[in-house]
């Protein structure tokens, strides 16, 4: 039989039927005696066994290191026992992989698609266009309505249909919140209409700078400028809160930066409400840390005089002490 093995070239399935046969008549062996008495190389030898144990044909002996052979049938039969196992877990498998892609397909995915179905972007270009959107914003809004504008102001009719519109708000337990820029706080006319802003119960804010016009209801809808330097250019109106969320972000960030403004009017001492060149001056001074003296000095007017401008600003701002005057003065950007 040996020399069987060596004719062949020593294919290993002729080594492995051959240390086979010979575990079949001696019994367990210790794998390298069986090697040495065949006269085999190390690596025919390793061939061999190597297709014995992949067939299932040799089991551990009763002894350490020795080898025994197992009956072809009960071979058979486990390696049966095995495919049967390796196609249970592939099916299984193959369920797991079928079951998750019915969950993509009926859950996750008409997921998104509802999700981008609902944001929309829509270029307006006429002034009726974007008015019937105004109107249909304020009418579906729920819960809040926010708006910014770098000014100028529009039309005085312009301003009042708006204050009404906010009212209306209001009324319906909406949260309205507007900033504008610190500028609009500089005339009468501005002055007003924040005031009247305010009065009917809107959160207003002064900011020091505003980008651009920006109107947001309810973090879903937003009507916003194409060209921020062309007020009176397209606007974009975008929905859907995957779009409008990057919007509502810098609209927050702006409304913390910003300064409110007081509900009550600020007081005039003159029939156009405005501050003279000497008044501001004055408030120039005064923030300086200049003294009463000093200012007067400066002004070349008397005590008398001074004591005169500094109480027309603090009632002017509705200020209860000098310092109060600063503050209010710097967050309405007079100083």
């Not at 698609?113 to 579906?140: G, H, N, P, Y």
């Not at 001056?281 to 003296?293: H, V």
């Amino acid at each position: 039989m040996a020399s069987a093995v060596r004719s062949g070239g020593a294919d290993a399935a002729d080594v492995a039927l051959a240390l086979y046969q010979s575990l079949r008549a001696n019994g367990s062996t210790v794998p390298d005696k069986a090697e040495a008495g065949w006269g085999l190389t190390d690596s025919e030898a390793e061939a061999g066994w190597s297709e014995l144990r992949e067939l299932g044909l040799i089991r551990p002996g009763r002894a350490a290191e020795e080898v025994d052979s197992v009956d072809p049938d009960t071979a058979l039969i486990s390696l049966l026992a095995r495919q049967r196992e390796a196609l249970r877990a592939q099916r299984d498998e193959l369920s797991a992989i079928v079951e998750a892609a019915e969950s993509l397909i009926e859950r996750y995915r008409p997921a998104v698609l509802r999700e981008t179905a609902e944001i929309e972007v829509e270029l307006v270009t006429k002034d009726s266009r974007r008015r019937q959107f105004v109107r249909d914003f304020d009418a579906a809004v729920n819960k809040s309505i926010g708006s910014m504008h770098p000014g100028p102001l529009p039309p005085s009719d312009v301003l009042a249909g708006s204050i009404a519109a906010d009212s209306a708000l209001i009324a319906r337990g909406v949260r309205v919140r507007a900033i504008y820029g610190q500028s609009i706080n500089s005339a009468p006319r501005q002055r007003k209409y924040l005031t009247d802003l305010a009065a009917t119960g809107a959160e207003v804010r002064l900011a020091e700078q505003v980008p651009f016009d920006l109107l947001i209801a309810d973090s879903h809808s937003a009507l916003v400028l194409a060209n921020p330097e062309d007020t009176s250019g397209p606007a974009v109106i975008v929905r859907g809160p995957a779009l409008v969320r990057s919007y509502v972000a810098m609209y927050e960030d702006c409304w913390l930066r910003s300064a409110p403004f007081p509900a009550r009017a600020a007081g005039s001492f003159e029939a156009d409400g405005e501050l003279t060149e000497q008044h501001r001056t004055t408030l120039r001074l005064l923030a300086n840390g200049l003294t009463d003296e000093r200012i007067a000095r400066k002004l070349g007017v008397s005590l008398r005089t001074v004591s005169r401008l500094v109480s027309e600003i603090m009632r002017y701002l509705q200020a209860d002490s000098r310092f109060q005057a600063g503050v209010l003065a710097a967050s309405h950007g007079l100083i």
